[in-house]
Antibody
Framework: QVQLEQSGAEVKKPGASVKVSCKAS????????ISWVRQAPGQGLEWMGW????????SYAQNLQGRLTLTTDTSTSTVYMKLRSLTSVDTAVYYC????????????????WGQGTLVTVSS | EIVLTQSPGTLSLSPGERATLSCRAS???????LAWYQQKPGQAPRLLIY???SRATGIPDRFSGSGSGTDFTLTISRLEPEDFAVYYC?????????FGQGTKVEIK
């Protein structure tokens, strides 16, 4: 069965960086892109960016350009999300999610989601 | 960026009643590239509908989606106790994919 297993909760100080992993299993990893979505406490969902696990192509939300980097390691079927220069507004649960169809090129819904990783930014 | 506006913000209904949720886009969502998700407290979102009207695998047929262009609707024909949750629409026709702000369906 399809599973996305995310790394554990993080506590970071303002100005630091965080790197969250998302390990996929149960399907052909390079056939489906992965998106990252975050949710601040009590708030709605914010799409952050997407990576093609086939060729590494990325697309980022404009408000996170320059701070967000998505990478993929096909040898371990893992996608990484790194966010730099953290502030308190980055405190959120971060989700990875798989594209709904294979090779959709970024124009896709998300069908399977990870369990979420809480990132807390606090001095 | 396409802005999605969901209404109402909160829907108070009783089990067995029909729920109608609206999602309006700031510009046309071509090819009906619109999805609906359900989220319960402490859980990740769950895909309900994609392509505006296609039910995801395992989703009961009491959930249905409709609409095109800028106006979309999620209908729950008869609310079950497990359906009380927050519902989000999402467009994926252009980057960034954007979500609506959510509609909470609560028990009356």
């Amino acid at each position: 069965q399809v599973q996305l297993e995310q790394s554990g909760a993080e506590v970071k100080k303002p100005g630091a960086s965080v790197k969250v992993s998302c390990k996929a299993s149960g399907y052909t990893f390079t056939s489906y892109g992965i998106s990252w979505v975050r949710q601040a406490p009590g708030q709605g969902l914010e799409w952050m960016g997407w990576i093609s696990t086939y060729n590494g192509y990325t697309s980022y939300a404009q408000n996170l350009q320059g701070r967000l980097t998505l990478t993929t390691d096909t040898s371990t079927s893992t996608v990484y999300m790194k966010l730099r220069s953290l502030t308190s507004v980055d405190t959120a649960v971060y989700y990875c999610a798989r594209d709904g169809t294979s090779y959709c090129g970024g124009d896709c819904w998300e069908d399977f989601w990870g369990q979420g990783t809480l990132v807390t930014v606090s001095s | 960026e396409i802005v999605l506006t969901q209404s109402p913000g909160t829907l108070s209904l009783s089990p067995g009643e029909r729920a109608t949720l609206s999602c309006r886009a700031s510009q046309s969502v071509s090819s009906s590239y619109l999805a609906w998700y359900q989220q319960k407290p402490g859980q990740a979102p769950r895909l309900l509908i994609y392509g505006a009207s296609s039910r995801a695998t395992g989703i009961p047929d009491r959930f249905s989606g409709s609409g095109s262009g800028t106006d979309f609707t999620l209908t729950i024909s008869r609310l079950e106790p497990e359906d009380f949750a927050v519902y989000y629409c999402q467009q994926y026709v252009t980057s960034p994919r954007t979500f609506g702000q959510g509609t909470k369906v609560e028990i009356k």
